[in-house]
């Protein structure tokens, strides 16, 4: 089962913004979500997401964070709709646009041992 813990106290400077997830292997890895990056997106993603964050009464940038740090388990409900077809064309337009912006604007790390030993762990 995966652990969550978001970054941020004094003592943990380095983890500042980021999610870390201890994955079933017991390595670590961290994610932190960009969405200043949003103009990387393609025009028509842009579209397609500017819709969808009017329609929630919400900004871009609200709309693209809020995508972004969607637990996986909810983007799965999301995905299994599209895939059963009870979504409907436009849910799968969306869920693409998502997953497009989730992999542009996602930054993954994980937390690499120190080698030699006694060298100090690095987040790569």
Known sequence: MARRRKGGSSADDDNAG????????????RTKVHPERV??????????LSEEARDR???????????????DSELHVYR???MSGSGGPRLAVVYDAWLWLRSQLTEIQSLQRGWPHGEPDRWM
């Open 57 to 71: 009464g919400m900004t871009l940038f609200e709309y693209v964070g809020w995508v972004a740090r969607m637990p």
């Open 80 to 82: 299994d709709r599209v």
């Open 18 to 29: 980021w999610s870390i997830e201890e994955l079933p292997d017991g390595s670590l890895i």
């Open 39 to 48: 103009d990387l997106l393609e025009d028509h993603i842009k579209s397609i």
